[in-house]
């Protein structure tokens, strides 16, 4: 099934969401801080960027809990 806002072709994409993880969609090789390949199992994964996720590097929602410095 097609992804919104995916195209299916051409390079891959990542999505920086609002105070939300970061969205890697498509043809995007995930390597950790090591070099060593990071195995997707999903097109589309979220990648945390806040630091409070239980399953680094994947966001598991627990940015909404994240105090914010936006009103
Ligand atoms: S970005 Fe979602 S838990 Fe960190």
Request: hydrophobic share 35%; net charge negative.
């Amino acid at each position: 099934m097609p992804e919104a806002g995916w195209r299916g072709d051409g390079p891959g994409e990542i999505i920086v969401c609002p105070n939300g993880p970061l969205l890697v969609r498509g043809d995007v090789d995930l390597v950790d801080a090591d070099g060593a390949p990071v195995e997707r199992r999903r097109a589309t994964v979220a990648v945390c960027r806040c630091g409070a996720s239980a399953i680094k590097p994947w966001c598991d929602g627990s940015h909404k809990l994240m105090p914010r410095d936006e009103p």
